[in-house]
């Protein structure tokens, strides 16, 4: 199994979203939060369930998707590194590096 890890940007952006969705509900925040954990938690035993970042061309570089948010993640031997969520419509910053 690999080990879940979350880069403190990822949680910066978890935190930020739940924010924004909580003007609204904060019972529709905590769904968001508690659902995305549970998405992300399947990828200790399937880490590569999710596509391959279409924007990058490292087949360790993929995605989750959860309703109009992407949920990037990384794959090496031991470990998935979830490294941001994003909104659909917005493109992976990293996309540049070609998965470099």
Request: proline letters at 4%; a negative charge; charged letters at 25%.
């Amino acid at each position: 199994m690999h080990k879940i890890i979350w880069a403190p940007s990822a949680l910066d952006d978890i935190e930020l979203i739940a924010q924004f969705i909580e003007r609204d509900s904060s019972d529709q925040a905590s769904l968001f939060v508690s659902r995305v954990i549970e998405m992300t938690d399947q990828l200790e035993r399937f880490p590569l369930s999710g596509r391959v970042i279409p924007e990058m061309s490292n087949a360790n570089c993929r995605e989750l998707i959860y309703g109009v948010y992407r949920i990037m993640y990384r794959v090496t031997k031991l470990e998935v590194w979830i490294v941001g969520v994003i909104h659909g419509a917005r493109n992976w910053p990293g996309g540049s590096s070609r998965g470099e």
